[in-house]
C-alpha cells in the first residue's frame, strides 16, 4: 500500500489511488485518544493531537490544542476572544463606532503600502519549521498555505458583518482600498508558506455562505472583487506549484462557475445540510478535487456505524472513482461524533 503522500499526489492529479485517502481536522477527545494512545492533560498535549493525527490522517490543516473553557485574550486589532474546548469567537470587537474602524482602516493601509516582503531568513525559519513538523507528522501532509479572501479577513477576524455592511454603505471607496491592502498582505503570506516540497496543497479560507444561500448577492461578490482576489491567490499558489483548495462552510453551488474560471482546483468541505450535494458537484464538476463530504450534521453524529459505513462507501464508490477524492467529515470532527462512528468511517475506508 502507497503511503499518504503518494496517496494524495495520484488524488489530486487525477488517478485513481489504491485507497482514497482522509482529509480531516480533529477537534474530537476520544477519536484523538483512541489514536494517539494517550490522554490530554498527562504530558506534551500537542503530541497528543500530532500522534492521532499521524495515526488516522493523510492530510489536514490543523493540529489542535484544546482550550480552557470561558478563556479571553485580546488580539492585535483589539478584539476580545473568547474560547470553548475545542472553538473561539470574537466576543468584542475592538470598535463600536465606525469612526474608530475608518481610523484603524487607514493605518492598516499605510502599513501595508510600506510593508517589505519577507526576508531570506524569515523564509529559511519558515521552512525549517515546516520541515521539522513534517518529520513528526511521517507521511501525514500538513497543508500549511491557508490563505483568506480578503473579505473573510474584514468581515470575520476584523470588523464583523455588521461593521462591515456600515462600512461598505458610507465609506466605500475606503472600504475598497483596505480589501486590497489585505490582499497584497495575503500574497506576502502565500510566498512564504507556498513550498511544493513541503506541501503539494493550499487550501483558501473563506465562509461566504449560510445555509441554502450565499452570505452576499453576485453582484456584491463582483464589487467588492471577490473573484478577481481569488485568482490572484489561486495564480499565486500556482506558481509554487500548488493545488488549490476553496474551503467555505454553507452553499455555494451558484458560484462555482466562478470559482472555477478563477482557477480553484478543488472544494471543501461540500455541508451536506447547507445543500451541498457531493453527487450532484461530481457530475457537474468531474475535474474538481473534492475534499469532505461525510455529512457531519446528522449522519456521524447520530447516525448506526453501518449507515455511517454504507454512506462512506458511496462516496467513495461514486465520486472518487478516478480519483480527486480526499473523503472527511463536512465540517471538522467534534466532540459531538461518537468514536464508534469515526471508527465505522475510518475501517470503511481503509478497505480501499
Not at 481536522?25 to 492521532?52: C, Q
Not at 502599513?111 to 513528526?136: F, G, I, P, R, V
Not at 480553484?264 to 447547507?274: K, S, V, W
Given at each position: 500500500?502507497?503511503?499518504?503522500?503518494?496517496?494524495?499526489?495520484?488524488?489530486?492529479?487525477?488517478?485513481?489511488?489504491?485507497?482514497?485517502?482522509?482529509?480531516?481536522?480533529?477537534?474530537?477527545?476520544?477519536?484523538?485518544?483512541?489514536?494517539?494512545?494517550?490522554?490530554?492533560?498527562?504530558?506534551?498535549?500537542?503530541?497528543?493531537?500530532?500522534?492521532?493525527?499521524?495515526?488516522?490522517?493523510?492530510?489536514?490543516?490543523?493540529?489542535?490544542?484544546?482550550?480552557?473553557?470561558?478563556?479571553?485574550?485580546?488580539?492585535?486589532?483589539?478584539?476580545?476572544?473568547?474560547?470553548?474546548?475545542?472553538?473561539?469567537?470574537?466576543?468584542?470587537?475592538?470598535?463600536?463606532?465606525?469612526?474608530?474602524?475608518?481610523?484603524?482602516?487607514?493605518?492598516?493601509?499605510?502599513?501595508?503600502?510600506?510593508?517589505?516582503?519577507?526576508?531570506?531568513?524569515?523564509?529559511?525559519?519558515?521552512?525549517?519549521?515546516?520541515?521539522?513538523?513534517?518529520?513528526?507528522?511521517?507521511?501525514?501532509?500538513?497543508?500549511?498555505?491557508?490563505?483568506?479572501?480578503?473579505?473573510?479577513?474584514a468581515c470575520f477576524s476584523c470588523c464583523g458583518l455588521e461593521m462591515f455592511s456600515y462600512l461598505w454603505a458610507d465609506e466605500r471607496e475606503l472600504t475598497l482600498r483596505w480589501l486590497r491592502a489585505i490582499e497584497k498582505s495575503t500574497y506576502r503570506y502565500i510566498n512564504l508558506m507556498a513550498n511544493k516540497n513541503t506541501s503539494p496543497l493550499a487550501m483558501i479560507y473563506s465562509d461566504v455562505a449560510y445555509k441554502n444561500r450565499l452570505m452576499f448577492s453576485k453582484d456584491m461578490f463582483n464589487e467588492i472583487g471577490f473573484f478577481e482576489d481569488i485568482?490572484?491567490?489561486?495564480?499565486?499558489?500556482?506558481?509554487?506549484?500548488?493545488?488549490?483548495?476553496?474551503?467555505?462552510?454553507?452553499?455555494?453551488?451558484?458560484?462555482?462557475?466562478?470559482?472555477?474560471?478563477?482557477?480553484?482546483?478543488?472544494?471543501?468541505?461540500?455541508?451536506?445540510?447547507?445543500?451541498?450535494?457531493?453527487?450532484?458537484?461530481?457530475?457537474?464538476?468531474?475535474?474538481?478535487?473534492?475534499?469532505?463530504?461525510?455529512?457531519?450534521?446528522?449522519?456521524?453524529?447520530?447516525?448506526?456505524?453501518?449507515?455511517?459505513?454504507?454512506?462512506?462507501?458511496?462516496?467513495?464508490?461514486?465520486?472518487?472513482?478516478?480519483?480527486?477524492?480526499?473523503?472527511?467529515?463536512?465540517?471538522?470532527?467534534?466532540?459531538?461524533?461518537?468514536?464508534?462512528?469515526?471508527?465505522?468511517?475510518?475501517?470503511?475506508?481503509?478497505?480501499?
Amino acid at each position: 500500500m502507497k503511503n499518504s503522500k503518494a496517496l494524495i499526489n495520484d488524488v489530486i492529479n487525477g488517478k485513481t489511488p489504491e485507497r482514497t485517502p482522509i482529509f480531516d481536522l480533529l477537534l474530537n477527545d476520544s477519536v484523538i485518544e483512541h489514536f494517539s494512545g494517550k490522554r490530554f492533560g498527562e504530558g506534551d498535549d500537542f503530541d497528543v493531537s500530532l500522534t492521532a493525527a499521524r495515526n488516522t490522517l493523510d492530510a489536514t490543516r490543523l493540529i489542535a490544542l484544546p482550550n480552557i473553557d470561558g478563556a479571553t485574550w485580546t488580539d492585535g486589532i483589539g478584539n476580545i476572544w473568547e474560547s470553548a474546548r475545542w472553538t473561539s469567537w470574537i466576543k468584542k470587537h475592538a470598535f463600536s463606532d465606525i469612526e474608530r474602524w475608518k481610523k484603524y482602516i487607514h493605518e492598516f493601509i499605510d502599513q501595508s503600502e510600506a510593508a517589505s516582503d519577507y526576508s531570506d531568513e524569515e523564509k529559511d525559519s519558515t521552512l525549517a519549521h515546516h520541515t521539522d513538523l513534517n518529520s513528526k507528522l511521517g507521511e501525514t501532509i500538513f497543508i500549511y498555505c491557508t490563505p483568506s479572501a480578503a473579505i473573510n479577513t474584514a468581515c470575520f477576524s476584523c470588523c464583523g458583518l455588521e461593521m462591515f455592511s456600515y462600512l461598505w454603505a458610507d465609506e466605500r471607496e475606503l472600504t475598497l482600498r483596505w480589501l486590497r491592502a489585505i490582499e497584497k498582505s495575503t500574497y506576502r503570506y502565500i510566498n512564504l508558506m507556498a513550498n511544493k516540497n513541503t506541501s503539494p496543497l493550499a487550501m483558501i479560507y473563506s465562509d461566504v455562505a449560510y445555509k441554502n444561500r450565499l452570505m452576499f448577492s453576485k453582484d456584491m461578490f463582483n464589487e467588492i472583487g471577490f473573484f478577481e482576489d481569488i485568482a490572484r491567490i489561486c495564480d499565486e499558489c500556482h506558481k509554487h506549484g500548488l493545488k488549490v483548495i476553496f474551503h467555505s462552510d454553507g452553499y455555494i453551488m451558484d458560484i462555482i462557475p466562478e470559482l472555477i474560471s478563477a482557477g480553484i482546483d478543488g472544494l471543501n468541505p461540500i455541508e451536506r445540510a447547507a445543500g451541498m450535494d457531493i453527487y450532484q458537484i461530481r457530475r457537474k464538476y468531474p475535474n474538481l478535487i473534492l475534499v469532505g463530504g461525510v455529512d457531519v450534521t446528522h449522519l456521524l453524529p447520530f447516525g448506526a456505524p453501518e449507515e455511517v459505513r454504507k454512506e462512506t462507501r458511496n462516496i467513495i464508490n461514486e465520486t472518487g472513482f478516478d480519483g480527486k477524492l480526499l473523503i472527511g467529515s463536512s465540517t471538522e470532527l467534534d466532540n459531538s461524533i461518537p468514536l464508534e462512528n469515526y471508527l465505522a468511517f475510518h475501517d470503511e475506508v481503509l478497505r480501499g
